[in-house]
């Protein structure tokens, strides 16, 4: 297992974790910042260990839909869960711009206190994968921070909007 490719972003925030928790775990606040540039659905958020959360990127004529089911929540310290493209009716499919996306991704995210400030560490892996899935996780892990960080700085703006 550890030779799959993994995706890191780590992010310092000027919130305590407790917040920063809650923006990753409530439906109005996750819908803020995460999918930055288009509007964000989420039709379910059930933040328990065999909960899911269903979500809707709206981008446009047309919508991407995916599901994860939470595996580890430990609040307000880690978040485990696997992340899936489906299609409308949250019937796994493929993605339809990369069809060798993996189907399953291994989501770990982790809050760490640092006194009023915390540092988030994201760890995103192929999960049970086909050789061309960890293939093409692998050619796009340089670029997976572009999206990412962009919703992280939607995330920073939040917490500064929310300790105003």
């Known amino acids: 297992m550890s030779d799959l490719p993994v995706f890191v972003m780590e992010r310092e925030f000027e919130a305590p974790r407790e917040l920063v928790w ?49 595996t580890e929540v430990s609040a307000p310290e880690r978040l485990v869960m696997l992340m899936s493209n489906t299609d409308a009716d949250w019937n796994l499919a493929s993605n339809p711009m990369m069809p060798d996306w993996p189907a399953t991704l291994l989501t770990v995210v982790t809050f760490e206190d640092l006194g009023g400030r915390t540092r988030m560490r994201l760890e995103w892996s192929p999960h049970e994968a086909s050789a061309a899935e960890i293939a093409c996780f692998a050619n796009a892990v340089d670029n997976l921070g572009k999206g990412w960080g962009a919703g992280m700085e939607l995330l920073a703006q939040l917490l500064a909007d929310l300790q105003a």
């Open 22 to 70: 809650k923006t990753w775990t409530e439906a109005e606040h996750l819908a803020h910042w995460y999918g930055p540039g288009v509007e964000t659905v989420i039709h379910e958020l059930n933040v328990t260990p065999g909960g899911v959360w269903l979500n809707e990127m709206r981008m446009s004529e047309r919508s991407g839909y995916s599901k994860s089911v939470y």
